[in-house]
C-alpha cells in the first residue's frame, strides 16, 4: 500500500503518514455512498440541521486544536486561520439554520386555463446524490467545510478529496463529523495526487465541486465530460483593487497590503493588480512602503505573514518578479527567502505585457499601475482572462459602486477586501476562466440540488383543446383565444372582436376550485430574500 507523508511548511516537520486511496477502496466508498445518500436525501431539511447541530460546537470547543492543524498544514497565521479558515464556516451554519429550509423548499406554478384546465403544477428541489468536493491546499478547512456542508444541508452524501498538501486537514474534517447521528457513508474522505482524483470523478459521482487552478479545472472538467457529471469550478483569480484619487487613502493602502499579502498571497481573491488613479500614484506608493516595513514574515505567533506551501508556488512567484525586473519594473525591495518563508514586495513601473500583471502569481508580490480616468481604470481591470472579484475605492460611494457593476467578475467590494466572498448569505464564484457556479448563500444550496418540475390534471373534461381530432375549426379558436389573451387592444375590444372563439372554448377557461385556490396561494406568497 502506497502511504503519503506529509510536511509542515512552517518547520519541515512530519505531520503524519496517510494510505493513499486505492481502486478497490474506492469503488467501496462510492457504494457506501450512494446507500447513505438514499438515506440522507428522505430526512427534511429542519431533521438535516438537527443532527449537523452538534458540529457547532465542536468547532468552538475544538477552536485551537483546529488553528493549529490549519497552520501546520498550509503555513498561515494563527489569525489567518482562525478568521479566514474557522470563522466563515461557523457563520455559514448560521446563514443555513435560519433559511436552509425556506430555500429548499417546493413552490407552486400558476398554470394556463386553456392549455391546463384543472391543473395545478409545481417545483420541488431534490439532491444530486453523491458529490465529490476537490478542496485546495490554501484554505484547505473552509474550502473543503463551505462546499461540503453545502452539498449534505441540500441532501447530498459527500467524498472529499482534500490536495495531497493537507492531509491531516481532510482527516481533521471527518473526524468532526465522527459520531454524529448520519449514516453510516454520509462523510468519507480518500487521499492522493491527481491519479486519484481522476479516479474519483471515473468512479462516477452524480456531481463534482472542485476548487483548485485553472489547469487542474479544465483537467477535472475534461474527465467529468467522458460520463457526463455536471461539474462546478471555483478557479483562480487576478483580482483588480481600483483606487480613486478620492479615496480615503489611509485606509486603501492598508486594504492593499492585507489584499495582497493576507496567506502569503495565497488566496484565490487576493490583490493582484492595484489600480491607482495617476495623480495621487506618488503620494500612495509612498504609504504603501512605510505600511510594507511595517509587516513581518515568519513563524512566530506575532507574524502577519506565514509560510508559502510549496517550492513550486515559490519558483512561481520568483519568475514573476524576476520577469518584471528584468522589463523595467521598478521594487519595493530585492526577492527574498527564508526556507519557506517569502518577504512581501511592491513593484511598480509595470506594464500590462509582464506576466505579474497577465498571471495569477499567488504570492507575496503587489504590482500597482496608474489610470488616468474612470474609463481607464474600467478598461484596464476589465483586460484579464480571469473574472473573480474586486474592489473599488471611493468616497463617493455612487461612483464606486457604478464602476463595480460593468467590471467582468463575479464578486465585488466597495472600499473592502476579501471579506465579501466571506459573506455566508452572497452567492461566491467567478466568470470567464474564473469558473462558473456559485456556492455560499441560497444560490449554494441551490447549486447542490436540482429542480424537478410537475403538473398534476384534475380535470373531468373529456379532452384538451390540444388533442385530436385537429379540426380547421378548432385551429381558428384557438386563434381567437391567443388574440385574446396576448393581443393589441383592452379586454373589452379582444373579447368583443374574439367572442365565437370564447364561446367555442368556454369549458376549457372554467378554472374549477382547486386551480383557483392553488393560484390565490401563488399570488400570496412571499418574493424570497436572504
Known sequence: MVQLSAFSPLDGRHLGDFPETDPAGLQRQIAAGRRAASLWSAVSVPERLRRLQPLRQRLIGDAERIVDCIRLCSGKTRNEALTGELYPVLELLAFYRRHAERVLAGYGVATSPLLFPGSTAQVERKAFGLVAVFAPWNYPF???LAPLLTALIAGNAVILKPSELALPTGELIVQLFAGLDLPEGLLQW???????????????????????????GKAVMRRAAEHPIPVILELGGKDPMLVFADADLTRAASGALYGAFANSGQVCVSVERLLVQRSIVEPFLAQLRAGLQALRTGPDDDADLGAMVSERQIERVKAHYDDAIAQGAAASGPFERAGRFVKPVLLWKVTPEMRVMREETFGPLLPVMAFDDEADAIALANA???????????????????????????NWAVNDVIKNIGHAGLPFGGVKRSGFGRYHGAEGLLAFSYPVAGLTNRSRLPGEPNWFPHRLQGYRDLLGYMDFVHGDGNWVQRGKRNWPALQALKAYSAVDFTQRWHNLKLKLTFKRGY
Open 384 to 410: 484579464c482572462d480571469c473574472g473573480l472579484n474586486a474592489s473599488v475605492w471611493s468616497r463617493d460611494i455612487d461612483k464606486a459602486e457604478r464602476v463595480a457593476r460593468v467590471l467582468q467578475v463575479g
Open 142 to 144: 473552509q474550502l473543503a
Open 190 to 216: 480518500v487521499a492522493g495526487g491527481p491519479e486519484v482524483g481522476t479516479a474519483l470523478v471515473d468512479a462516477g459521482p452524480d456531481l463534482v465541486f472542485f476548487t483548485g487552478g485553472l489547469e487542474g
